[in-house]
């Protein structure tokens, strides 16, 4: 079945370290995206990629940076800029992001601060 | 930009009949839609309007109306794994047609 896969599941991060999240998807798409959702809030995007080897910043991409070497792989780096980096990060995937159709939601990564 | 309005929590019986409203502000609509979360979970999609009127599939009816940048979700004969959080999106041509999500709904079914 084709998807999208995010891990860790849960990650922690120490004082002025930098961490990776992964994403992979399966589902032959060419848009993929980063969202950053705290309690009682909407998803706010990070930053978006539409093909390979480009990426745009999102509303909230300060203390983030993403690479797209892969069409199936948009890994999201929070770094030690990123002040409050304790939420639920979401990536999802369309056919592009013109499509009608909707974007896929991968199970997410909480990130917590130790 | 984009702004979009909807209660943050509505509740009913299971087996009611319940409607979510979103109201949105926007420069250059392209469409509305409809995401269900639950707890801990990943947004699944549930609808897309890009043209007034109602949409149905199954239980899960959509609503658009762009001359009153209003929508709605209604949902018929509740269950309780209906109980999660629902968020309306809003693509705008100026926002380069990405989803600008609401704050979400938390809708609470009781027996």
Redesign the interface.
Known sequence: DGGITQSPKYLFRKEGQNVTLSCEQNLNHDAMYWYRQDPGQGLRLIYYSQIVNDFQKGDIAEGYSVSREKKESFPLTVTSAQKNPTAFYLCASSEDRYSNQPQHFGDGTRLSIL | GQS?EQP?EVTAVEGAIVQINCTYQTSGFY?L?WYQQHD??????LS?N?LDGLEETGRFSSFLSRSDSYGYLLLQELQMKDSASY?C?VRDQGG?????????TSLIVHP
């Open positions: 979009l943050s469409g839609s801990g979970g990943a947004p699944t999609f897309y890009a968020f999106a380069s047609y990405i989803p600008t999500f609401g704050r979400g």
